[in-house]
């Protein structure tokens, strides 16, 4: 699509979305009159924001923290209790009631596609992104860019749920008629990634809903941090541990499904300057977990985890499930990584003495820690060892890949980057020589492997430098012991 014909598109769907009700004037403003031809103007304008999400919305005057910002009405959410209002569309999903709540939304999104111009959605479904970088998009030598055992299991495991879940939903959308074009595993990937990277959460539908013009926010980490293994469970029972991870998760997004209004309601989470990008929290996710539903990561995550498997002669007890076991991106051990490895270097004849003040985060004995603090950083330069390129690798390859990606002709690039074997990996992946690589005549495929390429890099990039992050963090505790 050309910039033009993307302009025009996009005006076309201001102009319907203001028709339909939604709105960036705050209700009590709702007298002033609305620009009929477009639903922003007064609080957000459609901007673009190539280092932070690209497509995105802007503040269109000064905005202050709680500022009322967006309201989508409940009739402009496109929900599987909307298309399924369709008697036809409803009988076919109703024969297989085994389908999840995400499938029936993927299905759904792809009858809307069917039906074209007679979709009530059309000027929504035509502004839609025509591909994703979600994990389930991955092929294999991307997913092997990754290096990391447990995140290359965690895209092997999305490709594979991604295909069976386009079986089971098959069989319905054959029943549905919809076109051939639209039965393909390629366009179930589109569908599928089209939800699980824009749809929002409502009370009533697992599924969520995609929400026309509220889902041009694009993503910044929460400041507050969930941990929920944190926060400690001693004298708490699970109604009120999962009380308390619901008020957080409330807090961590700024947008939410409102009954009294029948809206869907975007507020400011913070003051933006004029023209600066308004950013909605989506949730606390690792790098791992956005780029598995979201397609992308952040370079500076809070959040993000390095997940270390520690042997079971460590995590004795098994009391702490193996997502309590990471590392954040200071390089800090995470509180359960933390009592498992104080208590895992204490004798077993002394572990059920001290359990009580280890489950309670307290510090063993000044030996205990050192001894924690130097097997911790031993493991992770073990690991380090282990991945086949080096942090300084994977900076450069970053740096060969962003001119591939921005179709620069290589001219600068030394020579022995194509004897790289990832280099070659990628060439032979795509079924490219050299050649192609460098004259900077890419196809639109190509480019979307780069793009994914990329990101594969640039994740296990973040990864080491928590490892590395780590391994200073751990000399510097031993320091001050010592
Ligand atoms: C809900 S949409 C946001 C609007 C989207 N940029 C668009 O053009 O339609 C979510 C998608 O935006 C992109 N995105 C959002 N936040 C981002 C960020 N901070 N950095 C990079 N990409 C981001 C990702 O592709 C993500 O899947």
Request: charged letters at 25%; proline letters at 4%; aromatic letters at 8%.
């Amino acid at each position: 699509m050309s910039e033009e014909e993307e302009a025009l598109k996009m005006e076309a769907l201001l102009r319907w979305a203001a028709q339909i009700g939604i709105s960036d004037v705050p209700s009590s403003n709702s007298s002033s009159s609305i620009p009929s031809s477009s639903c922003l103007g007064h609080s957000l304008l459609v901007s673009h924001f190539p280092l932070a999400g690209g497509r995105g919305l802007a503040a269109a005057r000064d905005l202050r923290k709680g500022n009322l910002l967006l309201r989508v009405p409940k009739a402009a959410l496109l929900t599987n209790q909307r298309v399924l209002q369709d008697e036809n569309l409803a009988y076919c999903m109703k024969k297989h009631p085994n389908l999840s709540s995400s499938q029936k939304l993927t299905i759904c999104l792809l009858a809307e596609v069917a039906n074209a111009r007679g979709s009530w959605w059309y000027p929504y479904l035509v502004m839609l992104p025509l591909s994703y970088d979600t994990l389930p998009n991955f092929h294999e030598f991307e997913i092997h860019a990754l290096q990391v055992e447990d995140a290359i299991w965690v895209s092997e495991k999305a490709v594979v749920k991604a295909r069976s879940e386009w079986k089971e939903g098959l069989l319905v959308m054959q029943e549905m008629e919809l076109k051939p074009q639209l039965l393909s595993f390629r366009s179930w990937l589109w569908a599928s990634s089209t939800v699980s990277s824009r749809a929002l959460h409502i009370p009533w539908d697992d599924a969520g809903c995609l929400c026309p013009v509220g889902d041009l926010f694009n993503y910044a980490a929460p400041d507050d941090k969930l941990c929920a293994e944190e926060s400690h469970f001693e004298g708490k029972d699970e109604k009120q541990f999962t009380e308390q991870a619901n008020s957080h998760a409330l807090r961590l997004t700024d947008g939410g499904y409102e009954e009294e209004s029948t809206s869907y309601c975007f507020y400011a989470k913070r003051n933006y300057k004029k023209g600066e990008q308004v950013l909605l929290s989506y949730g606390t996710y690792s790098n791992l977990d956005l780029l598995e539903h979201y397609g992308f990561l952040l370079t500076s995550n809070p959040n993000d985890k390095a997940f270390l498997q520690l042997d079971a002669a460590v995590n004795i007890s098994k009391t702490w499930p193996k997502d309590c076991l990471y590392l954040q991106p200071d390089g800090k051990p995470s509180f359960g990584l933390l009592c498992a490895l104080r208590l895992g270097e204490t004798p077993m004849n002394r572990r059920r003495a001290v359990g009580r003040l280890a489950y309670s985060g307290f510090l063993l004995s000044n030996e205990n820690e050192v001894l924690v603090m130097k097997k911790l950083a031993k493991h992770c330069c073990q690991l380090l060892e282990e991945l086949p390129t080096t942090m300084k690798d994977d900076a450069s390859l970053l740096l060969a890949i962003e001119k591939i990606r921005n179709q620069i002709v290589l001219f600068d690039v030394p020579e022995s980057l194509f004897y790289h074997e990832e280099v070659g990996g990628f060439l032979r992946a795509n079924g490219m020589e050299k050649e192609r690589l460098m004259d900077g005549s890419l196809s639109a495929k190509v480019l979307r492997s780069v793009e994914r390429w990329k990101l594969a890099v640039q994740w296990r990039l973040c990864y080491k430098e928590i490892l590395s992050n780590c391994i200073s963090y751990c000399s510097m505790v031993v320091g001050q012991i010592s």
